[in-house]
Structure formats: structure tokens, C-alpha cells
């Protein structure tokens, strides 16, 4: 059974992951969506809101699902017995730190592949930081997110205002 990890931040998951996550989708026969620390960035949304928005996102696909994991990605994907790790990217100006984390983890567990998947166009000038800048300042940013969770999200930035 091919298992594959989708890794990231999703404060909140946009357009742009939910394309890469049904794209995954078709490839493997489970994707885990999983929400991690990225110690360079201080979160809005709780982890256990990431993970809530994530699974309202993907309740059309069966074979995906969403957890936390508060520690290394590679001891996350070794836990599940997964061996791919999937990453979206957007511009060159990804690929830097991509390459760098692909890198890093590969040294970390050389059992591990890191698979690249280039963002469709449609999506690729969206990010999460981009969603909530707009959204803070008064923005539509309707058609950035899934629409399951834009009520949501829309809600929680309103609040915090
Ligand atoms: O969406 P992001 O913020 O670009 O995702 C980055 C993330 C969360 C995937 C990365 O920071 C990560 O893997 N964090 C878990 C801790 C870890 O394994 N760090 C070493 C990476 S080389």
C-alpha cells in the first residue's frame, strides 16, 4: 500500500493545497494531510482548527485524512508507514528552502523521498499569509480557500480584528 505525506503549516489550507492534496490523491492509495510546527511562523488557527479545516476540505476524498504531529516530519512519516513526502511548488522562490528541508530530511532518513508537484497556474500566486492579509484588511478572498471552510475562517479573522 503507497502512502504519502503532505506536510505543512495550513493556517488555513488554501485552493492551492487542496489542488496538490486531489492531485496526491490520485497517485497513492492514502494521503495523510499532516499539520506540523514550522518554528519560523506563529500560527492563527489552533492545530486542532488546521486539522478541522483540512478534514471539512477533504471530505470529498476517501482515501486522505488529516493529523497533527507536534515533532520531525521524517518520524512522522516512519510512524505511519509512509515513504514519500509530497510538496507543492509555486515559483523558483520555493525551491531554495524546499530543496534545502528535501535535503535535510533525506539526511535525516535516506528511506524517505521527497516528490515535487508544481502547483497549477491557477493557484500559484496563493498562499496562506497572502489569504490572511486580504482577509484582515477587508479583502474577497472567497475564491482563495475551499469554499466548505471560508464561513469559517472569514469569522475567526473578523474576531480577531
Ligand atoms: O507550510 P510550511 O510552513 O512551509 O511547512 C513547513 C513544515 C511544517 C513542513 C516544516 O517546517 C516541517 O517539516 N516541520 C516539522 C519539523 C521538522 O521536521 N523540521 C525539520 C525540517 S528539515
Redesign the pocket.
Same mark, same amino acid.
Given at each position: 500500500m503507497s502512502i504519502a505525506v503532505y506536510?505543512?503549516?495550513?493556517d488555513p489550507i488554501t485552493c492551492g493545497h487542496l489542488d496538490i492534496i486531489k492531485r496526491s490523491s490520485r497517485m497513492f492509495d492514502e494521503v495523510i494531510v499532516a499539520v506540523?510546527? !514550522?518554528?519560523s511562523?506563529r500560527p492563527l488557527f489552533s492545530a486542532v482548527e488546521r486539522v478541522r479545516l483540512i478534514e471539512k476540505s477533504i471530505a470529498g476524498l476517501p482515501n486522505c485524512r488529516a493529523m497533527y504531529f507536534d515533532?520531525?516530519?521524517?518520524d512522522f512519516v516512519k510512524q505511519q508507514g509512509a515513504s514519500v513526502v509530497i510538496k507543492g511548488l509555486r515559483a523558483i522562490s520555493d525551491f531554495e528552502y524546499e530543496f534545502q528541508?528535501a535535503l535535510? !530530511?533525506k539526511k535525516l532518513n535516506p528511506d524517505i523521498e521527497t516528490l515535487f508537484m508544481v502547483t497549477n497556474a491557477n493557484y500559484s500566486y496563493i498562499s496562506s499569509s497572502i489569504v490572511k492579509e486580504i482577509a484582515d484588511l477587508g479583502g474577497n478572498f472567497a475564491d482563495l480557500l475551499p469554499s466548505e471552510i471560508y464561513e469559517e475562517v472569514k469569522q475567526k479573522i473578523e474576531k480577531g480584528r
Open positions: 506536510p505543512g503549516s495550513f506540523l510546527n !514550522n518554528s511562523k515533532g520531525l516530519l521524517v528541508m535535510l !530530511n
